[in-house]
């Protein structure tokens, strides 16, 4: 097995006791896939990102679920940033993804050091009334919880996402699920997660990510889909831009987490968060 360093943390909080957590594994080269795989399924977090080589700043990642590789992880990254940070210094890291080069720029804020993602271009595509009402199905909601002032859609900042917009903050607390039928609908249509929202304020949004393909029930904060949201807010003009949203995810999970994100005129959005060590018992 290549020899390498495996870190635990959790990303989008300050606390251990919140966030997502997330395995950053640092080495010389990278595993063959299917050590990754294994590896990530006995960390067992939603995802653990594998980094090598190093040139200079330069770094290649591949991210990995319990159960599938994926194409680009938010959370994983941030806590990526945060340990290069750690371990190599802070300054801006440009990681190799399967989707393209995503910047990642490293600071101390105060006390904590935290991490800002930039996407790679994001895109969104209007969702089918097929694919809505299955996943409504799958959700056991119905058509008139949705927020008309947010259309459904399928958005995209390295991983493609359902975005659901709910008019009523109670309809997003309950969340009780068909896994098996949400899964085989979300890998007919490539989607990582549904980002189901409730909007509370102009710049305060309420999040809560189901994630079955990766073999996990909910994530607790996902900067993939808050990237892909960020995106498509800007480009279906449902906000005016430059501007500034926080994403609040996690709570009802008791893992609450914070993710904020910079939505520019043009380019990827910038998705930013602290990461802290969790300590493994």
């Keep these: 097995m290549t020899a390498g360093?495996?870190?635990?943390?959790?990303a989008f909080s300050n606390h251990?006791?919140?966030?997502?957590?997330?395995?950053?594994?640092?080495g010389d080269t990278l595993p063959q896939p299917e050590v990754m795989q294994q590896i990530a399924a006995d960390v067992g977090f939603s995802e653990t990102a594998f980094?090598?080589?190093?040139?200079?700043?330069?770094?290649?990642?591949?991210?990995?679920?319990?159960?599938?590789?994926v194409s680009f992880c938010g959370h994983a990254t941030i806590a990526a940033g945060v340990v290069l940070g750690e371990t190599e210094g802070d300054g801006t890291y440009r990681l190799a993804t399967a989707v393209g080069e995503v910047p990642v720029a490293?600071?101390?804020?105060?006390?904590?050091r935290e991490a800002s993602l930039t996407s790679v271009a994001p895109r969104h595509t209007g969702a089918s009334d097929a694919l809505v009402g299955e996943a409504l199905l799958a959700l056991?909601?119905?058509?008139?919880d949705l927020d008309c002032a947010i259309p459904p859609a399928k958005a995209y900042?390295?991983?493609?996402?359902?975005?659901?917009?709910?008019?009523?903050?109670?309809?997003?607390?309950?969340?009780?699920y068909d896994f098996d039928r949400l899964k085989s609908l979300m890998l007919g249509e490539d989607l990582t997660t549904l980002q189901l929202i409730w909007r509370e304020s102009p710049d305060v949004f309420h999040s809560r990510n189901p994630f079955p393909v990766g073999g996990v029930v909910e994530d607790p904060a996902t900067g993939a889909a808050a990237a892909a949201l960020?995106?498509?807010l800007r480009d279906a003009r449902?906000?005016?831009?430059?501007?500034?949203?926080?994403?609040?995810?996690?709570?009802?999970?008791?893992?609450?987490?914070?993710?904020?994100?910079?939505?520019?005129?043009?380019?990827?959005?910038?998705v930013t968060g602290t990461a802290v060590p969790i300590k493994v018992k």
């Design 230 to 232: 960020g995106g498509y």
């Design 106 to 112: 490293v600071r101390m804020r105060g006390v904590i």
């Design 157 to 176: 900042a390295g991983a493609w996402h359902l975005v659901l917009a709910v008019a009523d903050a109670q309809r997003l607390a309950t969340l009780n």
């Design 5 to 10: 360093t495996l870190y635990r943390l959790s």
């Design 238 to 270: 449902l906000v005016t831009v430059p501007t500034t949203i926080l994403i609040r995810q996690g709570e009802a999970m008791g893992r609450p987490s914070r993710l904020t994100v910079e939505i520019p005129a043009a380019g990827g959005i910038v």
């Design 140 to 144: 056991g909601w119905k058509p008139s």
């Design 51 to 69: 980094i090598a080589p190093a040139i200079g700043k330069d770094r290649t990642v591949r991210y990995f679920s319990p159960e599938a590789e």
């Design 16 to 26: 251990p006791e919140g966030g997502n957590p997330a395995g950053v594994w640092i």
